[in-house]
């Protein structure tokens, strides 16, 4: 039978999960796997469930389920399994996390499709089409900003793109950008931050003698590098390392945390409680 991923979100009181089930019962279904959590922090309580039913059509099943639930007043999002998110990914020069992306996706790791790359530079134009995938050159100055933030959202229409990917885009997107796709953009850096920002980050780490290297992936908002953290990572360094071997370490951290971050926005398994994210790893 067909098989659908459910996340529901609500503030946390006695019978949502009867009444879920008795949705998910009431369209034939039979659950696989659930994952829950109440969040004291929030009051938060989100869980998220894996089921097959004979019912083909996702909005069908969606309707009789959320008719269930909706004295809860929850956010609810149901996806078929085989129906893969489509992911726009953005690019500047720096192309290991844009490398890692498409090595996964090629050998069928990573469970997304891939209908086109974003980038402000040439750079990474031959990679990118060698993958058979589009590749779109928007350059961006101060000056035309505001129309290539356009372009960008005409072309996530255009290609009814689920989710963005900063794989080490070098712009910072306006307020107004980030508004438009809450809790849909993902975005990777060192995890050195508030600390070491501007340029040559990992240098100014060496200069300061750490000893730990680090990255985080996160949605982005409209408050610089502060979104909702969905993965982090870190890897512990000696004053033996050089500033060229911190940067080497930098990168395989960032191109692990980021694939992990994407998978598991992927299949569901992140859910935004305010400023903090459930991860049902």
């Not at 720096?94 to 490398?99: M, N």
């Not at 890692?100 to 891939?114: F, K, N, S, T, V």
């Not at 911190?246 to 971050?261: K, N, P, Q, T, Y």
Request: hydrophobic letters at 45%.
């Amino acid at each position: 039978m067909p098989q659908f991923v459910l996340t529901l979100a609500c503030p946390d009181r006695p019978g949502i999960v009867r009444a879920l089930a008795d949705g998910i019962v009431e369209v034939g279904g039979n659950i696989l796997d659930n994952a829950q959590f109440s969040d004291p922090g929030t009051g938060m309580f989100c869980v998220r469930t894996q089921f097959e039913a004979p019912e083909q059509d996702a909005a069908a099943i969606r309707e009789v389920i959320e008719g269930k639930v909706s004295e809860f007043r929850p956010m609810v999002s149901l996806r078929a399994v085989d129906r893969k998110y489509r992911v726009l990914i953005m690019v500047s020069r720096l192309d290991h996390c844009l490398v890692d992306l498409l090595y996964r996706w090629e050998i069928g790791e990573m469970p997304i499709e891939i209908p086109l790359v974003v980038s402000n530079h040439k750079d990474t134009r031959p990679l990118v089409e060698r993958h058979g995938i589009p590749f779109v050159y928007l350059p961006v100055t101060a000056g035309t900003k505001p129309a290539v933030e356009q372009r960008l959202f005409d072309l996530v229409a255009e290609h009814e793109i689920d989710f963005v990917v900063l794989a080490r885009y070098m712009q910072v997107l306006s307020d107004d950008a980030c508004r438009k796709m809450p809790g849909r953009i993902i975005n990777i850096h060192h995890s050195f931050l508030p600390g070491f920002k501007g340029s040559k980050p990992y240098h100014q780490a060496y200069e300061r003698g750490v000893k730990l290297i680090g990255a985080t992936a996160h949605y982005v908002t409209p408050d610089l590098d502060q979104g909702p953290i969905i993965e982090q990572d870190v890897v512990r360094v000696s004053h033996g390392q050089n500033a060229d071997s911190l940067v080497a370490i930098g990168r395989d951290v960032e191109r692990v945390v980021l694939a992990r971050a994407v998978r598991l926005h992927a299949e569901d398994r992140v859910v935004l409680t305010g400023n903090r994210t459930v991860v049902f790893a």
